[in-house]
């Protein structure tokens, strides 16, 4: 009836384009989130309604649904219960260990930093402000303060003056999910820029997609671009410390791996063990984006060399409040942009409601050189509207 059954832990834009890829190789897939409607769900077999923290209710899914494979698509999840059910002889991608560790900053930054011996920015964890000023001490300013669990920038601050200490604690306490008050003060690494090298483990080992450039803000991801000209030697620097990670992480799937570049260094920042937000843009860049390369991994399927068509951006589209009721326009607006030299798509992800900042679509456009590409792609971004409704 169907290749493999898969229940597909959180179900936003990453894990809606995922089902596409896996829906299209034949699988049934389970979507699940803490809410209805969820982008993914709109294109899955079933979906199922809670929160992935609830160890209870993820229990009874994964009891009801017997998946192939268990496949985590956001970070806060009860790793406990994924690592049980791996011991029972479930499947977990790319491995209950791995969602576990990247779920934690300190325990991933301890397995890069002191066991695998990566380069990373200088750090100290705090779980006082008394600590964080301590932290401080010992990384100098400006430094960067995040909580030890959260996401998409939530809770993180940069502090340049000590005055800022205090708000910036306040706000990781305020904004960690989770049950530990704990924050990781990390040196400020002044970089020329930044890159996500999407790597692929699969049975037939390891392999490399072209570098993602990209610009964040708060924290967020605001563009990215393939590929990012790098040296050779910083380039290979990068890859040896992303194969250690995801050969130490085990399991097969696609991991994002962070890179901050400096002039004449690679710096290791974090990893998703999964398809990345940055990596959106290989739904126009790739002959196969990090969803299809991430549903082959976890299904066993062959590997082949990934073709990048040539230069491409992609561009968020972003709410700018709370609303219900609202409609997106502007999507003719945008693709009329594309041309017979350049390609322009729109991705608008189906989310039920906006709140400030929320993404809501994103936009692909391909160029003559990677500044063209990301014009082009903040403009066509730049032309869908999102319509608040009274
Ligand atoms: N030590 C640092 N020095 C300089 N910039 C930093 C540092 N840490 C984080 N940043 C900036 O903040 C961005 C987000 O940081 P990080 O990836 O650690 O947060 P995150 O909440 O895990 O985000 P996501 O879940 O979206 O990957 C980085 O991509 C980088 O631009
Ligand atoms: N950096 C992690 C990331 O990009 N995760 C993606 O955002 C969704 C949550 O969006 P929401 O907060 O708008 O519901 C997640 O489900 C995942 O697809
Ligand atoms: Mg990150």
């Given at each position: 009836?169907f290749?493999?059954k898969?229940?597909?832990?959180?179900?936003?834009?990453?894990?809606?384009?995922?089902?596409?890829?896996?829906?299209?190789?034949?699988?049934?897939?389970?979507?699940?989130?803490?809410?209805?409607?969820?982008?993914?769900?709109?294109?899955?077999?079933?979906?199922?309604?809670?929160?992935?923290?609830?160890?209870?209710?993820?229990?009874?899914?994964?009891?009801?649904?017997?998946?192939?494979?268990?496949?985590?698509?956001?970070?806060a999840?009860?790793?406990?219960?994924?690592?049980?059910?791996?011991?029972?002889?479930?499947?977990?991608?790319?491995?209950?260990?791995?969602?576990?560790?990247?779920?934690?900053?300190?325990?991933?930054?301890?397995?890069?930093?002191?066991?695998?011996?990566?380069?990373?920015?200088?750090?100290?964890?705090?779980?006082?402000?008394?600590?964080?000023?301590?932290?401080?001490?010992?990384?100098?300013?400006?430094?960067?303060?995040?909580?030890?669990?959260?996401s998409?920038?939530?809770?993180?601050?940069?502090?340049?003056?000590?005055?800022?200490?205090?708000?910036?604690?306040?706000?990781a306490?305020?904004?960690?999910?989770?049950?530990?008050?704990?924050?990781?003060?990390?040196e400020?690494?002044?970089?020329?820029y930044?890159?996500?090298?999407l790597?692929?483990?699969?049975?037939?080992?390891?392999?490399?997609?072209?570098?993602?450039?990209?610009?964040?803000?708060?924290?967020?991801y605001?563009?990215?671009?393939?590929?990012?000209?790098?040296?050779?030697?910083?380039?290979?620097?990068?890859?040896?410390?992303?194969?250690?990670?995801?050969?130490n992480?085990?399991?097969?799937?696609?991991?994002?791996?962070?890179f901050?570049?400096?002039?004449?260094?690679?710096?290791?920042?974090?990893?998703?063990?999964?398809?990345?937000d940055?990596?959106?843009?290989?739904?126009?860049?790739?002959?196969?984006?990090?969803?299809?390369?991430?549903?082959?991994?976890?299904?066993?399927?062959?590997?082949p060399?990934?073709?990048?068509?040539?230069?491409?951006?992609?561009?968020?589209?972003?709410?700018?409040?709370?609303?219900?009721?609202?409609?997106?326009?502007?999507?003719?607006?945008?693709?009329?942009?594309?041309?017979?030299?350049?390609?322009?798509?729109?991705?608008?992800?189906?989310?039920?409601?906006?709140?400030?900042?929320?993404r809501?679509?994103?936009?692909?456009?391909s160029?003559?050189?990677v500044?063209?590409?990301?014009?082009?792609?903040?403009?066509?971004?730049?032309?869908?509207?999102?319509?608040?409704?009274?």
């Open positions: 009836m290749t493999a898969i229940l597909l832990l959180g179900s936003g834009e990453l894990g809606k384009e995922f089902v596409i890829s896996t829906k299209r190789y034949g699988c049934y897939v389970v979507a699940c989130d803490s809410y209805a409607n969820a982008p993914a769900m709109q294109v899955a077999d079933e979906s199922e309604v809670f929160s992935m923290l609830d160890a209870g209710a993820l229990r009874n899914a994964i009891e009801k649904h017997r998946p192939d494979f268990i496949v985590p698509e956001i970070e999840i009860r790793t406990e219960v994924l690592q049980d059910f791996e011991d029972k002889g479930f499947t977990v991608v790319p491995s209950a260990r791995a969602a576990s560790l990247t779920m934690n900053r300190d325990r991933i930054r301890e397995l890069a930093a002191t066991e695998l011996g990566l380069r990373t920015s200088k750090y100290r964890y705090a779980e006082s402000l008394e600590e964080v000023r301590e932290g401080a001490e010992h990384t100098g300013l400006p430094c960067v303060i995040k909580p030890v669990m959260s998409s920038g939530k809770g993180q601050s940069t502090v340049r003056t000590p005055d800022q200490l205090e708000l910036a604690w306040n706000d306490v305020a904004n960690m999910r989770g049950d530990r008050k704990k924050v990781i003060v990390e400020f690494i002044a970089f020329e930044e890159i996500t090298l790597t692929i483990r699969s049975r037939e080992g390891v392999s490399f997609c072209e570098p993602i450039g990209h610009r964040q803000e708060r924290g967020d605001q563009e990215s671009w393939q590929p990012t000209p790098m040296t050779e030697k910083l380039l290979d620097d990068a890859k040896e410390m992303a194969r250690k990670v995801v050969d992480l085990g399991g097969y799937g696609i991991f994002g791996v962070e901050f570049v400096t002039r004449d260094e690679v710096v290791f920042s974090e990893l998703s063990p999964r398809p990345h940055t990596g959106l843009v290989t739904l126009l860049s790739q002959n196969l984006s990090e969803f299809d390369l991430h549903a082959r991994a976890v299904l066993g399927l062959p590997i060399q990934v073709r990048l068509h040539g230069p491409t951006a992609s561009a968020v589209i972003l709410a700018d409040r709370e609303a219900e009721r609202f409609t997106i326009q502007g999507l003719s607006n945008a693709l009329v942009l594309g041309s017979a030299d350049a390609d322009v798509e729109v991705r608008i992800f189906g989310k039920p409601t906006t709140r400030k900042h929320r809501m679509g994103v936009a692909l456009a160029g003559g050189t500044e063209e590409a990301r014009e082009r792609a903040r403009q066509a971004a730049s032309r869908v509207q999102i319509g608040y409704e009274p």
